[in-house]
């Protein structure tokens, strides 16, 4: 129970304690990481709050973290704002999320191309009968503008959200949003589907014609084949030492990876490891 306390305790709870912040669509998973973390070396304390991926890179801007949690790469102008304050931002990758479109159970809809999706977002495609459902309005649901998925997911559609899409707190809310609304679209890491029910996970295509995929194929996932693969990533300000070192050690362990599995992500393929091994965490 402490250790659950510990890693959802606020920002600055002790000056030993490690810092990490950010983003949504990570926070359950570094959560229980954590916990694991803790228990395994009494005496070590770690806290994990969420907020988005802005909210971690700015916390780590503003040298307020020492781990910033982003689904997102930093943009070039986070970059030379950290910079500008004598922040050295490092990226390590601790895992791979299948970002999923999610609908109601109900909804006979199972299967949609990239452009589709595209179209949906965007507000071209407004009926689920244009894509081979039922006659009824789409209900769009997304994250807000501080979050790592919204940017992400934004950048993937290649332009603006509909002025219609529903702005959600937080992954789970999305969930939720869609388990209660029958013509409900949203879109989420796949870590939050491990145990949901009431939704349908969409298979993808990345163009008319092409192979559908899963988000649930680690396989696909991992090589790109399903279009909405993207790693996991935390930033540090250069080389860290002490315990936070320790965390993101443990994070790329055996161990640390298999959490990331058990939580409903997936481990970092091999050429992640040698991008991290270049930013000074080689396993």
């Known amino acids: ?14 000056s030993n304690t490690v810092i990490v912040k ?36 700015a916390a780590l801007i ?9 689904s997102r790469s930093m943009k ?14 490092k990226r390590i990758l601790i895992g791979m999320d299948g970002l999923s479109v999610i609908v109601n159970e109900s909804n006979p809809v199972d299967e949609l191309t990239s452009a589709q999706i595209a179209d949906i977002y965007k507000g071209s495609i407004t009926n689920w009968s244009q894509v081979g ?6 209900t769009l649901y997304g994250r807000q503008p501080n979050s790592g998925t919204y940017v992400f997911f934004r950048d993937y ?12 707190n937080g992954t ?39 192979e559908y995929s899963s988000p649930l194929d680690y396989e696909k996932v991992k090589t790109g084949e399903y279009p909405i693969s993207r790693p996991l990533n935390q930033y540090v300000n250069g080389t860290i030492s002490g315990d936070a070192r320790d965390f993101i050690l443990f994070e790329l362990s055996s161990e640390g990876q298999k959490i990331m599995e058990e939580e409903g992500f997936y481990r970092i393929p091999e050429d992640y490891k040698t991008i991290n091994a270049k930013n000074g965490f080689s396993m």
């Open 172 to 210: 789970a809310q999305i969930v939720e949003a869609v388990k209660q609304d029958a013509s409900a679209i949203g879109y989420v890491g796949v870590g939050y589907l491990k145990e949901a029910t009431g939704v349908n996970i969409v298979n993808v295509a990345p163009r008319e014609g092409a």
């Open 76 to 89: 070039d102008k986070e970059i030379s704002q950290a910079m500008d304050r004598g922040i050295s931002p």
């Open 133 to 138: 459902g039922d006659d009824q309005p789409i």
């Open 1 to 14: 129970v402490s250790a659950m306390m510990m890693a959802s305790a606020p920002v600055f709870a002790a």
């Open 22 to 57: 950010g983003s949504d669509t990570q926070v359950n998973v570094v959560q229980r990481l954590a916990e694991v973390f803790m228990e395994k070396y009494p005496g070590k304390k770690v806290s994990v709050t969420g907020g988005g991926s802005g909210t971690g890179v």
């Open 62 to 70: 503003n040298n307020k973290c020492d781990i910033a949690n982003s």
């Open 157 to 168: 559609i290649k332009g603006d959200y509909s002025s219609k899409m529903k702005e959600m």
